[in-house]
C-alpha cells in the first residue's frame, strides 16, 4: 500500500490533483459528493465538477494550496444529489506523489461534528455584510438559534435559542400559516422572500422579509434549515407614505374630474349650485362653503353645512358695490385669502363687521374666488373657510381658478339657454305637425316630449296625413341627436317624405326615395323611421322600417303583441338600399302603437322591457275603453316617469 492509498483510505471524501488542479485520484465518497462515477472523474479539473455558485471557491482553493505550498481551508457546498447540499469544511494540503517527484495537492473534508459552528462562519460574515440577520432552525427539537449578522437584527430575538413557539408568538396571527408553512416546505434552493409582521419587545410592529434553505452540515451531518431575514420596516413605511400620498392624490383627481365634468353638465343654476355646495370643501379640504351669484346688482347667498346660515345672511342681498371681500372679489374678477382679523381690518378698514370677523385667526381663515375674470359681467363667487394656519398652495389656487372659470362658463351658458327656451318651443312647435281630424273608422293621437338635456327641442318626429286614395299615411322616426341641428334634419326628412309621398304612394318606395335623398345630400345625421299606410275602410296596414324599433298592437281583451316590420337599415347611411315592406289587418277595436327609443329604452330599462310595459299599458288602456289621446297619454307619462334621458314620442292608430 502506497502513500497515496492512505491519503484516500478515508470515510470523508478525498482527492488528489495535480497542481494545475486535474484529478489524479479520488475515493468513493469523493465520486458520490460530486455526483459522479469515479472513472468519470479522473483527468477532470477539480473545480468543472462543482455548480457554478461553488466552482471559483473551489478553484481558488486549490489553487493557493498548489501556489503558496501551505494548507488551505474553505467551507464549500457539494451538491448533495438527491437531497440537501452539503456544507463542508474542505483542506487543500501539498503532498509529494510517493510514485515520483512530482508534487500534488490533497484535497478532503475534515471532520466537523464536533464543531459544526465552524461551518457557519462564511454564512454569518456573508449576512452581515448584506446587512441581514441568519438563524438555524432544528425541526426535530423545534428550536431556532439565532446564528449572526446584522447587528440590528439581533434585538429581535434576544435569547440566541429560542422554541419555534416563542417565535410564532411574536409573528402577527395572520401570517403563523405562512411562516409554519416555509419551515415545513423548506427545500434546497432558496425560497422567494416571505413577509412577516412582527412585534418586538421595545419599538413594535416589525415588517420582516424571510428567505430559508435546507442544508446538510458536513459530510454524514445533521440537515437543518437556514434563514436569512431582512428588516423592511422602513421601507414599508416609505411604500405605505407613498401609497397613502398616492391615493390621495388619485383621490384628489378623481374629485376634480368629477367636479369638472358636474360643473359642465350641469342644466340648471339649481344643479350648478348643487355641484359646488358638495363638493367644493371636500375637493380643497375646507370646513365649508359658500356659493354667490350675483342677481340684479346684490348677492344671492347659499351655503352648505360647514358654514352656518347667519354667516350667510349676513351677506345674502348685500349690494355688489359694498366694500367688503366678497363684493369686491367678484367686481375685481381678483381672488382673496383673508388669513386673520388683522389682514381683513388693513385691507377692509370700512367693511361692515361680519359674523365671522372675530374667529379670524384663531380657528378660521377664508379664501375667496370669483367666477368670471375682469373685464367680464360679475357673475358671482364661491367662499371657502379653513381652519386656522392653512394657506392654499399655488397649485390649489390655480385648481381653484380653473374650476371657477368653468363654473362661471356653466353658469353663462345656463342663463343663454333658458333665454333661448321660448325659441327652442315655439320653433319645437312649428315642427311638429297638425294631425287630421274626424279620420272614418280611425282615431289618431301623438304625444311629444323633448330630452331633458340641451335645448327643448330633439330630433324625434310623427306624421300623419290623407293619401291621394284616401289611405291614411303615418310615420313616425328619430333623427340622431337632440338639439337644434337634429330638430332641423328632422324637418328636412318629414318635408322629404310628405313630398316623395305625393308620387310614390307605396311605404317602402318612399323610404328608398327619402335614403336616396338624404344619402346624395350627404346628410351628417342618420335617421329611423316606421312608414305606415292604413285603409280606414277595411284596416288594411302595409308598413316599412328604416332601422326603428318595433311597434305594438294592443287589443281590447287587454293583450297586446309586439309587430316588427320588415324593411331595411337607418336612413342617410347605405346608397341604393331597397326598403321591404309587409301588409296585414287592423282588426276593430284593436290599435298600433308606435314609438321612439326613447319611450322604450333609458339607463335601467333594456329594449325588451320597455316594449313589454308600454305593450302592456296600450293593452290595458284599450280594455278600460280609453281613446287613441288618453292611451298615448298614459303611455307618455310611464315613459317620462322612468326618468328619461332621450326625446321621447308616441304615436297611437285606433280602430273604431
Same mark, same amino acid.
Request: proline residues 6%; hydrophobic residues 40%.
Given at each position: 500500500?502506497? #502513500?497515496?492509498?492512505?491519503?484516500?483510505?478515508?470515510?470523508?471524501?478525498?482527492?488528489?490533483?495535480?497542481?494545475?488542479?486535474?484529478?489524479?485520484?479520488?475515493?468513493?465518497?469523493?465520486?458520490?459528493?460530486?455526483?459522479?462515477?469515479?472513472?468519470?472523474?479522473?483527468?477532470? *479539473?477539480?473545480?468543472?465538477?462543482?455548480?457554478?455558485?461553488?466552482?471559483?471557491?473551489?478553484?481558488?482553493?486549490?489553487?493557493?494550496?498548489?501556489?503558496?505550498?501551505?494548507?488551505?481551508?474553505?467551507?464549500?457546498?457539494?451538491?448533495?444529489?438527491?437531497?440537501?447540499?452539503?456544507?463542508?469544511?474542505?483542506?487543500?494540503?501539498?503532498?509529494?506523489?510517493?510514485?515520483?517527484?512530482?508534487?500534488?495537492?490533497?484535497?478532503?473534508?475534515?471532520?466537523?461534528?464536533?464543531? @459544526?459552528?465552524?461551518?457557519?462562519?462564511?454564512?454569518?460574515?456573508?449576512?452581515?455584510?448584506?446587512?441581514?440577520?441568519?438563524?438555524?432552525?432544528?425541526?426535530?427539537?423545534?428550536?431556532?438559534?439565532?446564528?449572526?449578522?446584522?447587528? #440590528?437584527?439581533?434585538?429581535? @430575538?434576544?435569547?440566541? !435559542?429560542?422554541?419555534?413557539?416563542?417565535?410564532?408568538?411574536?409573528?402577527?396571527?395572520?401570517?403563523?400559516?405562512?411562516?409554519?408553512?416555509?419551515?415545513?416546505?423548506?427545500? !434546497?434552493?432558496?425560497?422567494?422572500?416571505?413577509?412577516?409582521?412582527?412585534?418586538?419587545?421595545?419599538?413594535?410592529?416589525?415588517?420582516?422579509?424571510?428567505?430559508?434553505?435546507?442544508?446538510?452540515?458536513?459530510?454524514?451531518?445533521?440537515?437543518?434549515?437556514?434563514?436569512?431575514?431582512?428588516? *423592511?420596516?422602513?421601507?414599508?413605511?416609505?411604500?405605505?407614505?407613498?401609497?397613502?400620498?398616492?391615493?390621495?392624490?388619485?383621490?384628489?383627481?378623481?374629485?376634480?374630474? +368629477?367636479?369638472?365634468?358636474?360643473?359642465?353638465? #350641469?342644466?340648471?343654476?339649481?344643479?350648478?349650485?348643487?355641484?359646488?355646495?358638495?363638493?367644493?370643501?371636500?375637493?380643497?379640504?375646507?370646513?365649508?362653503?359658500?356659493?354667490?351669484?350675483? +342677481?340684479?346688482?346684490?348677492?344671492?347667498?347659499? !351655503?352648505?353645512?360647514?358654514?352656518?346660515?347667519?354667516?350667510?345672511?349676513?351677506?345674502?342681498?348685500?349690494?355688489?358695490?359694498?366694500?367688503?371681500?366678497?363684493?369686491?372679489?367678484?367686481?375685481?374678477?381678483?381672488?382673496?385669502?383673508?388669513?386673520?382679523?388683522?389682514?381683513?381690518?388693513?385691507?377692509?378698514?370700512?367693511?361692515?363687521?361680519?359674523?365671522?370677523?372675530?374667529?379670524?385667526?384663531?380657528?378660521?381663515?377664508?379664501?375667496?374666488?370669483?367666477?368670471?375674470?375682469?373685464?367680464?359681467?360679475?357673475?358671482?363667487?364661491?367662499?371657502?373657510?379653513?381652519?386656522?394656519?392653512?394657506?392654499?398652495?399655488?397649485?390649489?389656487?390655480?385648481?381653484?381658478?380653473?374650476?371657477?372659470?368653468?363654473?362661471?362658463?356653466?353658469?353663462?351658458?345656463?342663463?343663454?339657454?333658458?333665454?333661448?327656451?321660448?325659441?327652442?318651443?315655439?320653433?319645437?312647435?312649428?315642427?311638429?305637425?297638425? @294631425?287630421?281630424?274626424?279620420?272614418?273608422?280611425?282615431?289618431?293621437?301623438?304625444?311629444?316630449?323633448?330630452?331633458?338635456?340641451?335645448?327643448?327641442?330633439?330630433? *324625434?318626429?310623427?306624421?300623419?296625413?290623407?293619401?291621394?286614395?284616401?289611405?291614411?299615411?303615418?310615420?313616425?322616426?328619430?333623427?340622431?341627436?337632440?338639439?337644434?341641428?337634429?330638430?332641423?334634419?328632422?324637418?328636412?326628412?318629414?318635408?322629404?317624405?310628405?313630398?316623395?309621398?305625393?308620387?310614390?304612394?307605396?311605404?317602402?318606395?318612399?323610404? !328608398?326615395?327619402?335614403?336616396?335623398?338624404?344619402?346624395?345630400?350627404?346628410?351628417?345625421?342618420?335617421?329611423?323611421?316606421?312608414?305606415?299606410?292604413?285603409?280606414?275602410?277595411?284596416?288594411?296596414?302595409?308598413?316599412?322600417?328604416?332601422?326603428?324599433?318595433?311597434?305594438?298592437?294592443?287589443?281590447?281583451?287587454?293583450?297586446?303583441?309586439?309587430?316588427?316590420?320588415?324593411?331595411?337599415?337607418?336612413?342617410?347611411?347605405?346608397?341604393?338600399?331597397?326598403?321591404?315592406?309587409?301588409?296585414?289587418?287592423?282588426?276593430?277595436?284593436?290599435?298600433?302603437?308606435?314609438?321612439? *327609443?326613447?319611450?322604450?329604452?333609458?339607463?335601467?330599462?333594456?329594449?325588451?322591457?320597455?316594449?313589454?310595459?308600454?305593450?302592456?299599458?296600450?293593452?290595458?288602456?284599450?280594455?278600460?275603453?280609453?281613446?287613441?289621446?288618453?292611451?298615448?297619454?298614459?303611455?307618455?307619462?310611464?315613459?317620462?316617469?322612468?326618468?328619461?334621458?332621450?326625446?321621447?314620442?308616441?304615436?297611437?292608430?285606433?280602430?273604431?
Amino acid at each position: 500500500m502506497d #502513500a497515496s492509498d492512505e491519503l484516500l483510505r478515508r470515510a470523508d471524501p478525498a482527492a488528489l490533483l495535480t497542481l494545475d488542479g486535474a484529478i489524479r485520484s479520488l475515493n468513493a465518497a469523493m465520486a458520490t459528493a460530486l455526483g459522479r462515477p469515479a472513472e468519470q472523474c479522473l483527468g477532470r *479539473d477539480f473545480g468543472d465538477l462543482w455548480p457554478a455558485s461553488q466552482r471559483m471557491s473551489a478553484e481558488n482553493l486549490v489553487a493557493h494550496a498548489a501556489r503558496t505550498k501551505t494548507v488551505a481551508m474553505r467551507v464549500l457546498e457539494f451538491p448533495g444529489r438527491g437531497g440537501a447540499p452539503v456544507a463542508c469544511l474542505i483542506e487543500a494540503r501539498p503532498v509529494e506523489d510517493p510514485a515520483g517527484d512530482e508534487q500534488l495537492v490533497w484535497v478532503h473534508a475534515l471532520d466537523a461534528r464536533n464543531d @459544526l459552528t465552524s461551518l457557519l462562519i462564511p454564512f454569518r460574515m456573508a449576512t452581515e455584510a448584506a446587512d441581514l440577520g441568519l438563524w438555524m432552525y432544528s425541526p426535530h427539537e423545534h428550536q431556532l438559534e439565532w446564528l449572526g449578522g446584522a447587528p #440590528a437584527l439581533a434585538a429581535f @430575538l434576544p435569547d440566541p !435559542t429560542t422554541p419555534l413557539s416563542s417565535l410564532i408568538s411574536a409573528v402577527h396571527p395572520d401570517d403563523h400559516e405562512a411562516l409554519r408553512q416555509l419551515l415545513r416546505s423548506a427545500t !434546497t434552493q432558496q425560497s422567494p422572500w416571505l413577509r412577516l409582521r412582527y412585534l418586538t419587545q421595545h419599538d413594535g410592529w416589525h415588517h420582516l422579509a424571510v428567505r430559508t434553505r435546507r442544508i446538510q452540515l458536513g459530510y454524514g451531518g445533521p440537515e437543518r434549515i437556514f434563514g436569512v431575514v431582512r428588516d *423592511d420596516t422602513k421601507q414599508e413605511e416609505r411604500r405605505e407614505k407613498m401609497q397613502a400620498a398616492l391615493a390621495a392624490e388619485r383621490r384628489r383627481a378623481k374629485d376634480t374630474a +368629477d367636479f369638472s365634468s358636474a360643473l359642465i353638465t #350641469a342644466a340648471t343654476e339649481q344643479e350648478l349650485q348643487q355641484v359646488v355646495l358638495t363638493r367644493l370643501a371636500a375637493t380643497f379640504g375646507a370646513t365649508g362653503a359658500l356659493f354667490a351669484l350675483v +342677481d340684479e346688482g346684490r348677492l344671492r347667498v347659499s !351655503t352648505d353645512a360647514g358654514i352656518g346660515m347667519g354667516e350667510a345672511q349676513a351677506l345674502h342681498g348685500m349690494p355688489l358695490d359694498h366694500p367688503s371681500p366678497l363684493p369686491e372679489a367678484i367686481r375685481t374678477g381678483k381672488s382673496q385669502f383673508i388669513p386673520d382679523q388683522e389682514d381683513y381690518i388693513r385691507r377692509w378698514p370700512h367693511g361692515a363687521s361680519l359674523p365671522w370677523i372675530d374667529r379670524l385667526g384663531s380657528d378660521y381663515a377664508v379664501s375667496i374666488t370669483p367666477l368670471s375674470e375682469t373685464g367680464n359681467q360679475p357673475l358671482g363667487a364661491w367662499q371657502m373657510t379653513y381652519r386656522s394656519g392653512h394657506r392654499p398652495s399655488l397649485e390649489e389656487w390655480t385648481l381653484m381658478g380653473t374650476l371657477a372659470d368653468l363654473a362661471g362658463q356653466a353658469l353663462r351658458r345656463i342663463r343663454l339657454q333658458q333665454a333661448r327656451v321660448e325659441l327652442a318651443t315655439a320653433l319645437q312647435k312649428t315642427m311638429l305637425p297638425t @294631425l287630421p281630424e274626424h279620420l272614418p273608422g280611425l282615431e289618431v293621437a301623438a304625444r311629444y316630449r323633448p330630452s331633458r338635456d340641451g335645448l327643448d327641442i330633439g330630433g *324625434d318626429w310623427y306624421d300623419a296625413f290623407v293619401m291621394p286614395d284616401g289611405a291614411i299615411a303615418v310615420e313616425i322616426g328619430d333623427v340622431q341627436g337632440h338639439d337644434v341641428d337634429a330638430a332641423a334634419a328632422m324637418g328636412q326628412v318629414r318635408a322629404s317624405m310628405r313630398t316623395i309621398a305625393a308620387h310614390e304612394p307605396d311605404p317602402a318606395t318612399m323610404l !328608398t326615395r327619402t335614403n336616396d335623398v338624404l344619402v346624395t345630400m350627404g346628410a351628417a345625421r342618420f335617421a329611423s323611421c316606421t312608414m305606415l299606410h292604413v285603409d280606414p275602410d277595411d284596416g288594411r296596414v302595409t308598413g316599412t322600417s328604416a332601422g326603428h324599433v318595433p311597434m305594438l298592437c294592443a287589443r281590447k281583451d287587454g293583450s297586446h303583441s309586439i309587430h316588427e316590420l320588415p324593411g331595411g337599415p337607418v336612413l342617410g347611411v347605405v346608397p341604393d338600399t331597397e326598403y321591404r315592406e309587409e301588409t296585414f289587418t287592423l282588426d276593430e277595436d284593436s290599435a298600433l302603437v308606435l314609438v321612439t *327609443d326613447g319611450v322604450v329604452e333609458g339607463p335601467g330599462l333594456t329594449l325588451e322591457a320597455g316594449l313589454e310595459r308600454a305593450g302592456t299599458l296600450a293593452g290595458a288602456a284599450l280594455h278600460d275603453g280609453l281613446n287613441a289621446e288618453q292611451t298615448a297619454d298614459r303611455i307618455l307619462d310611464a315613459a317620462v316617469a322612468v326618468d328619461h334621458l332621450d326625446d321621447v314620442a308616441v304615436l297611437v292608430i285606433r280602430r273604431t
